[in-house]
């Protein structure tokens, strides 16, 4: 069996054979001119911003709040106007989806990775709002224990109190603006929550979906009789436990919530500029100083006034770096790419989460079921489309193998054996492996934050008939890849190598997953939903039997981070504690490639959050009085490109707020025609 998105892969694929390349011809070329959206440019910017993804968006949104700063975001996938249903929908995440179609997939894939039969992985994602617009829509904080454990990694560097789980936790607020279910799908979903954790008036709306099976209400009850407790507060700094969690859903219309929707469309900003199917080749520099940012097949270039930040993602800002000259010296050679600055850890420290599944039958609707029977009117309405497979569960270690002071004394033990499987020889990425693997080892396997996640999905089919399947995903890897470039032309996909299962405990963590998600159908009052396992069947009883089965079933949870880690620089780091990538003037990293450690959790909460408190301390760094005040080293900068107006006056504000009213019902229009 293959996960949703697998599913969605070759649905989308037979797409693109069927309707032939026509069916995706770009048609943003037409936008008015006066818009944000692909206008005519400037020849520099105060910032310019490689990737409109996620982090990209929210970042182009808050630093143009200050209408006397100039943004333009450089990105390489399309605007997704062409494919807006298909964004808009929840559900179509699983029953359509726009994964595999070129102009909006990388259709990146690993290689073959030794330790799990040589098989590859796609990593997809390429779009206006990045994998925003195109994923599984959860909405799921980490623990703050992770974020401590992510702050002990800094605590030497200048900068490291931003990043206490206290202020995380507040720009994760600032993202969003929750809306509780309606009194009928909370008594459907047995759902619980806590208001007081949540913000109230973020761009990003979380919520729950308009339609859930009765099934999901079993969930938590049947959780907590397998010890595995029921959590009321998921969002408040213990993300352990079983619970219903929230969607990036705007339940005014059922629609998904993206960066581009929260943080682009509300607005207006003639100071904002973003161009679409423009790929960064380049950044280039002066000394250590980025002056210009080249972009597309033909290699134009744009100033950068102030600062190039890199939002490519995971895979685009490594890849972007590399290309720019930053990064390994042996890669760089390799590639023929001149050495601009030395720094072994990019792209490295590369961490992902894995799941596997068990396919329950049954007799109950699911979504699924919904969904294959034409006939039902509720298959096609708005509410049913909303569906996202809500619930969830992270089992800590004591859940999961009982004895935590032997499990952690075990991994420790393990360290060598770990060492010996880095991607590198570098002595300061091996350092940073070390203290990530020793932190994770003595401060979060021993918490009650997830080794493994549990996830109840609804979505899928099997022979005709509706499942239930329960995915088991590894959380906390202590295998750990790497991504290289292997030429010098940009257009050329990077070496994705995550190295998957190349420490033994994570198949371990993974099996044990795994008896847990077969548990939970034999459990009450689950197990009065199910009928039978039909994968991999209840002949897969011994160790051996569930490796076999893992290794050939497990796929990526597109949960991919920590390729430009923020650790110090003798220990593999890439960005410093205020995002700086280390050895350069004026280029940060900000996106999930900058986390030191993959979260128990799943991307998108910790990544809006990482986004909105970095935009903050920018902000910050400009408009303290003297370009050289702040703590961490300005820009050099030339008095053209100083901070020309730290203090806008109100009167360009009012100007813009007006000219946006005006320009809304446009822009608006013109996105759902
Ligand atoms: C199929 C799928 C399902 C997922 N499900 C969930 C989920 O349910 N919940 C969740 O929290 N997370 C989920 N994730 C993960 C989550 O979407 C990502 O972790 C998150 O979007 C990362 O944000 P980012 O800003 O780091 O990168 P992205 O959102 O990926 O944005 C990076 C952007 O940079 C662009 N780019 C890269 N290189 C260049 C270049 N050289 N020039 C110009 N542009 C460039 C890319 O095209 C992309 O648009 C999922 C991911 C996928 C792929
Ligand atoms: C959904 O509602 C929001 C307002 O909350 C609006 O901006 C958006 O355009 C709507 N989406 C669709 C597809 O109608
Ligand atoms: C780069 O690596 C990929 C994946 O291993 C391979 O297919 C490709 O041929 C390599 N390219 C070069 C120029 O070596
Ligand atoms: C569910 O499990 C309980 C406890 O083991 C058992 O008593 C009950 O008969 C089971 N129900 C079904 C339908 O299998
Ligand atoms: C279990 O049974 C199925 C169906 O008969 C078979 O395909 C599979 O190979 C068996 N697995 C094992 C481990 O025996
Ligand atoms: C960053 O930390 C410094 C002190 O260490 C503080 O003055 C500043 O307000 C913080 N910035 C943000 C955005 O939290």
């Known amino acids: 069996m293959h996960s949703p998105f697998a599913r969605v892969l070759l649905t989308s694929l037979t797409c693109i054979l069927t309707l032939g390349p026509q069916a995706f011809a770009f048609n943003h070329h037409r936008l008015d001119s006066r818009a944000m959206i692909n206008p005519t440019l400037q020849d520099s910017y105060d910032f310019v911003i490689v990737g409109g993804g996620l982090a990209g968006l929210v970042l182009a949104?808050?630093?143009?709040?200050?209408s006397s700063t100039t943004v333009?975001?450089?990105?390489?996938?399309?605007?997704?106007?062409?494919?807006?249903?298909?964004?808009?929908?929840p559900g179509l995440a699983y029953y359509a989806g726009i994964l595999g179609n070129p102009e909006h997939d990388w259709q990146w894939t690993s290689v073959p990775q030794p330790n799990a039969k040589n098989r590859v992985m796609n990593w997809p994602g390429r779009l206006l709002g990045g994998s925003s617009s195109a994923n599984?829509?959860?909405?799921?904080?980490?623990?703050?224990?992770?974020?401590?454990?992510?702050?002990?990694?800094?605590?030497?560097?200048?900068?490291?109190?931003?990043?206490?789980?206290?202020?995380?936790?507040?720009?994760?607020?600032?993202?969003?603006?929750?809306?509780?279910?309606?009194?009928?799908?909370?008594?459907?979903?047995?759902?619980?929550?806590?208001?007081?954790?949540r913000g109230s008036s973020g761009p990003l709306h979380v919520s729950y979906p308009g339609y859930l099976p009765e099934i999901v209400g079993k969930w938590t009850n049947t959780l907590s009789n397998i010890g595995i407790p029921v959590n009321s507060d998921p969002?408040?700094?213990?993300?352990?436990g079983a619970y219903v969690t929230t969607s990036a859903i705007n339940p005014t219309n059922w629609t998904r919530s993206y960066s581009k929707t929260a943080y682009i469309d509300p607005y207006y900003r003639p100071n904002l500029h973003i161009l679409t199917d423009s790929q960064v080749t380049r950044v280039i520099f002066s000394g250590t100083k980025a002056t210009a940012v080249e972009y597309?097949?033909?290699?134009?270039?744009?100033?950068?006034?102030?600062?190039?930040?890199?939002?490519?993602?995971?895979?685009?800002?490594?890849?972007?770096?590399?290309?720019?000259?930053?990064?390994?010296?042996?890669?760089?050679?390799?590639?023929?790419?001149?050495?601009?600055?030395?720094?072994?850890?990019?792209?490295?420290?590369?961490?992902?989460?894995l799941a596997s599944?068990?396919?329950?039958?049954?007799?109950?609707?699911?979504?699924g079921s919904v969904h294959a029977n034409a006939d039902d009117p509720r298959s096609t309405s708005d509410v049913f489309l909303?569906?996202?497979?809500?619930?969830?569960?992270?089992?800590?270690?004591?859940?999961?193998?009982?004895?935590?002071?032997?499990?952690?004394?075990d991994i420790l033990s393990q360290l060598d054996a770990g060492l010996a499987s880095v991607p590198s020889t570098d002595s300061t990425v091996l350092a940073g492996y070390k203290a990530v693997y020793e932190v994770a080892a003595n401060k979060l396997i021993t918490s009650s934050s997830g080794q493994v996640e549990l996830l109840l999905a609804l979505t899928g089919t099997s022979a005709g008939s509706q499942t239930i399947s329960v995915q088991a995903a590894l959380q906390r890897p202590f295998s750990h890849g790497r991504l290289y470039i292997n030429s010098s032309n940009p257009f050329d996909p990077p070496v994705i190598d995550p190295?998957?299962?190349?420490?033994?405990?994570?198949?371990?963590?993974?099996?044990?997953?795994?008896?847990?998600?077969?548990?939970?159908?034999?459990?009450?009052?689950?197990?009065?939903?199910?009928?039978?396992?039909?994968?991999?069947?209840?002949?897969?009883?011994?160790?051996?039997?569930?490796?076999?089965?893992?290794?050939?079933?497990?796929?990526?949870?597109?949960?991919?981070?920590?390729?430009?880690?923020?650790?110090?620089?003798?220990?593999?780091?890439?960005?410093?504690?205020?995002?700086?990538?280390?050895?350069?003037?004026?280029?940060?990293?900000?996106?999930?490639?900058?986390?030191?450690?993959?979260?128990?959790?799943?991307?998108?909460?910790?990544?809006?959050?990482?986004?909105?408190?970095?935009?903050?301390?920018?902000k910050a760094q400009y408009s303290s009085t003297g370009s050289g005040s702040s703590s961490s080293p300005s820009p050099s900068s030339s008095s053209s490109s100083r901070p020309s107006a730290a203090h806008p006056s109100a009167v360009p504000t009012s100007i813009s707020l007006i000219i946006s009213s005006l320009f809304l019902p446009l822009i608006l229009a013109h996105l759902f025609l």
């Not at 206290?166 to 619980?192: H, L, R, V, W, Y």
């Not at 890199?310 to 000259?325: E, F, K, N, Q």
């Not at 076999?548 to 890439?574: A, R």
Request: aromatic letters at 6%.
């Open 61 to 66: 949104s808050r630093l143009t709040e200050d």
């Open 499 to 618: 190295n998957y299962l190349a420490h033994p405990s994570d198949l371990v963590v993974l099996r044990e997953g795994l008896k847990l998600a077969r548990s939970i159908g034999m459990t009450e009052p689950m197990n009065a939903s199910v009928t039978t396992e039909i994968s991999p069947g209840a002949n897969v009883t011994t160790d051996e039997q569930w490796n076999e089965f893992i290794l050939n079933d497990f796929h990526t949870e597109y949960h991919p981070s920590c390729s430009c880690s923020m650790l110090p620089k003798d220990q593999g780091g890439v960005v410093d504690a205020h995002l700086k990538v280390y050895g350069l003037d004026n280029v940060r990293v900000i996106d999930s490639s900058v986390f030191p450690i993959e979260w128990a959790a799943h991307m998108m909460a910790p990544t809006y959050g990482l986004a909105e408190q970095a935009a903050d301390m920018i």
């Open 386 to 409: 909303s569906y996202v497979n809500s619930a969830i569960a992270y089992a800590s270690s004591s859940e999961l193998v009982g004895d935590v002071e032997s499990y952690k004394n």
């Open 296 to 353: 597309g097949q033909d290699r134009k270039t744009v100033n950068v006034g102030k600062e190039a930040i890199i939002c490519g993602g995971p895979v685009g800002s490594p890849a972007t770096l590399m290309r720019s000259g930053v990064g390994p010296k042996d890669v760089l050679d390799a590639a023929g790419v001149p050495v601009v600055v030395e720094l072994p850890g990019v792209g490295q420290h590369l961490q992902d989460h």
């Open 72 to 89: 333009l975001v450089l990105e390489a996938g399309g605007t997704g106007e062409d494919v807006a249903n298909t964004i808009n929908h």
């Open 136 to 197: 599984g829509l959860y909405i799921v904080r980490p623990s703050s224990v992770e974020v401590d454990a992510w702050q002990s990694l800094i605590s030497g560097l200048d900068g490291a109190d931003n990043w206490t789980s206290e202020k995380f936790f507040a720009a994760m607020d600032k993202s969003e603006t929750f809306t509780p279910p309606s009194a009928e799908i909370q008594a459907t979903g047995n759902i619980q929550y806590a208001a007081r954790s």
């Open 235 to 240: 969002a408040g700094g213990n993300a352990g």
């Open 357 to 367: 599944q068990i396919i329950f039958g049954t007799n109950d609707e699911t979504a």
